[in-house]
């Protein structure tokens, strides 16, 4: 596997780790492991294996700082001759269009540059990514990032309602299940509340940023590990993307090696 680099995504939950071959302009990664950030020390010994014996490149974004410190930690007791580079706004092929995009969440931004990779040209793209958040971010057709929302995502709901309460436990919103609307139970009743609370949010900041938009009608992108019980419910068309923030990391890391 010569001619790997490494694009690294550490969220609020998870850590995504993507390797790219130097040579395929492709935005996805080829293996990708996926690590918790519960743990203090997460084991990243599973990437050992997938890895080339010479030095590569680590392209990061982070929202995390614990969970960025345990990756840097490894990669310098078990790869000391990569190199690392923690990406900011201004690293990224994107305009960011806000007052203060030092402030924009890495993640929303990399995920913009991803978007941006594979919208329609000719449309703006509504991106959401379901995750610990739930954030729902505008990109115009010109390609610069309008801001967006950020709402709590399903998880993080459901540990708010068990960790804010006396006697409601914390529960989770199975993937392959819709929930009854009108709950006969307390789990059932929060589980219908967490999940249409999540769905009908997405659907009216949808609403409200295509009603804001002249021209043509964005196209909606889902990403993030709830995509998949969210994105059902939408009332149009709209496409899921694994990985997207991943891409969008591949894709800055490339324009800035092509730049050098």
Request: net charge negative.
């Amino acid at each position: 596997m010569s001619g790997v680099w490494g694009a690294v995504d550490v969220g609020n939950t998870s850590i995504h780790i993507g390797l790219f071959a130097a040579e395929d302009s492709r935005p996805l990664p080829m293996p990708t492991q996926t690590f918790s950030t519960s743990s203090a020390e997460p084991d990243f010994a599973a990437l050992i294996n997938l890895l080339p014996q010479q030095p590569i490149d680590w392209h990061v974004v982070s929202v995390n700082r614990p969970g960025q410190a345990a990756f840097e930690a490894w990669r310098k007791q078990a790869r000391s001759g990569d190199s690392c580079h923690v990406l900011t706004h201004a690293d990224l092929p994107l305009e960011v269009a806000v007052a203060a995009p030092e402030k924009v969440g890495m993640d929303r931004l990399a995920a913009a540059v991803g978007a941006n990779a594979i919208r329609q040209p000719q449309r703006p793209a509504i991106i959401i990514d379901a995750g610990s958040a739930i954030t729902v971010d505008l990109v115009a057709v010109d390609g610069s990032f309008l801001g967006g929302a950020i709402v709590p995502g399903m998880k993080m709901a459901a540990r708010a309602l068990a960790g804010q309460t006396d006697l409601l436990p914390e529960i989770t919103v199975d993937v392959g299940e819709v929930p009854a609307a009108i709950g006969t139970d307390t789990l059932a009743a929060m589980r219908s509340g967490l999940y249409f609370s999540a769905v009908g949010g997405v659907r009216e900041l949808i609403a409200r940023f295509t009603a804001q938009l002249a021209g043509p009608t964005p196209q909606v992108i889902f990403a993030g590990g709830d995509a998949a019980k969210l994105a059902p419910q939408m009332s149009l068309e709209c496409v899921t993307i694994d990985h997207l923030v991943l891409g969008g990391v591949a894709i800055a890391a490339r324009t800035a090696k092509a730049t050098r």
